[in-house]
């Protein structure tokens, strides 16, 4: 969110100042009307933002989104007490819904340059599954989700890296999230277990007595490596 504030006052600052100049510009043309001076700089201003081609290079306007219609990638879903649960991403705006019994709610928007499709990997945005949803009696679930680990060109030691967080949501009224746990990270060297595998496992995962456990290959600067979610939801131990 900060980054996109960042573009957006990027973006008024340099409106602007082409504002500025494009009235002295007008104002200094000789043997023109007031009348058609005053159109040419309405047109100068406003044809630019009509135009997605004229756009402050580095600064992406995203296209309105529709629950119903918009493009979306797979649906992952989940049925727990006769109510369904769907979690879907639209690469199209950068956002993840999740439906409680056909209700869409946004509860994650992703800046664009962060965006998981660039890396192929905007199929990762998943419910984990019922039998590792020990939370779900809380009226809490659990989904993982991705953004690119840098906003760059893909060069450089992570430029095409990934960053997972395990999302904690609560669903009892209007679904939002509660908390957000780094699970997976080419910034912060952590990874998962079963990480290396090409197809989709959920080795990492366990639950047992009530509580999701997580075993990583490494996680950072820890020793162990074998954690357990806090009783609060918003983050893990190593036992």
């Known amino acids: 969110m900060d980054n996109e504030k960042t573009q957006a006052r990027r973006f008024i600052s340099y409106e602007r100042e082409k504002r500025k100049n494009l009235k002295k510009r007008v104002a200094t043309m000789p043997n023109t009307s007031t009348a058609i001076k005053i159109f040419i700089v309405f047109f100068l201003i406003t044809f630019p933002i009509v135009c997605a081609s004229q756009q402050l290079p580095g600064v992406k306007i995203q296209p309105a989104c529709s629950n119903n219609n918009s493009e979306t990638g797979p649906i992952s879903k989940i049925k727990y007490k006769n109510v369904q649960y769907d979690l879907?991403?639209?690469?199209?705006?950068?956002?993840?819904?999740?439906s409680k019994n056909?209700?869409?709610?946004?509860?994650?928007?992703?800046?664009?340059?962060?965006?998981?499709?660039?890396?192929?990997?905007?199929?990762?945005?998943?419910?984990l599954p019922i039998n590792l949803q020990p939370y779900l009696k809380q009226n809490k679930i659990l989904y993982i989700s991705a953004r690119r680990s840098s906003a760059g060109d893909g060069m450089g030691e992570c430029g095409s890296g990934l960053e997972k967080m395990l999302n904690v949501v609560d669903i009892e009224n209007s679904p939002k999230i509660i908390s957000r746990i780094l699970i997976s990270s080419c910034n912060n060297n952590i990874e998962l277990v079963g990480s290396e595998m090409k197809e989709?496992?959920?080795?990492?995962?366990?639950?047992?007595?009530?509580?999701?456990?997580?075993?990583?290959?490494?996680?950072s600067d820890q020793d162990k490596t074998n954690s357990v979610l806090r009783d609060d939801l918003k983050g893990i131990v190593f036992p």
């Open 102 to 127: 056909g209700k869409s709610h946004v509860i994650e928007r992703i800046p664009s340059h962060y965006d998981p499709e660039i890396v192929g990997m905007s199929n990762d945005v998943e419910f």
């Open 88 to 98: 879907k991403y639209n690469p199209s705006c950068k956002e993840i819904a999740l």
């Open 200 to 219: 989709k496992n959920y080795g990492a995962f366990s639950a047992d007595g009530g509580k999701l456990h997580i075993n990583f290959i490494f996680y």
